[in-house]
């Protein structure tokens, strides 16, 4: 089982990522504000974050990642041109997804994820 760290504004859908989540076997723990986010994952410790950005919470994510090192981070947001925007400020990303996504390619995007960071699935 994989811990993992949802952040989302959205409170319904974070609820619902988390659902589909933890019917997969994983421990979830949702925080809904990206500016807050690097302290929880700095307690917490997940395998894995599943972020939705917006362009404004860029300058929050360089000190998220670097709380946590090299745990992949799946990138949500509402429109491709968010990635670009979000890109040029915080590098590259492990992995992205168009919202809204279906629950089976959040799935298996994660599982994807954690087997390349060697975390398992």
């Known amino acids: ?14 609820r ?17 504000d990206p500016r807050t986010a690097a302290d ?5 410790r997940p395998d ?12 929050t994510l360089p000190r998220l990642r670097d709380s946590l090192g090299s745990v992949p981070f799946l990138y949500m947001a509402g429109h491709q041109g968010a990635y670009a925007q979000l890109g ?16 089976e390619e959040i799935i298996v995007r994660l599982r994807t994820a954690l087997r390349r960071a060697g975390g398992g699935a």
Do not use: T
Not at 16 to 32: I, N, P, Y
Not at 48 to 59: M, N, R, T, W, Y
Not at 88 to 103: E, H, Q, S, T, Y
């Open 1 to 14: 089982m994989s811990r993992i760290l949802i952040i989302d504004d959205d409170p319904q859908l974070g």
């Open 16 to 32: 619902s990522l988390e659902r589909v989540l933890q019917h997969e076997g994983h421990a979830c723990d949702l925080v809904s």
């Open 40 to 44: 929880a994952a700095a307690e917490l």
């Open 48 to 59: 894995a974050v599943l972020i939705e950005l917006h362009p404004d919470d860029g300058p």
């Open 88 to 103: 040029a400020i915080v590098g590259p990303f492990d992995d992205w997804l168009a919202k809204p996504a279906a629950p």
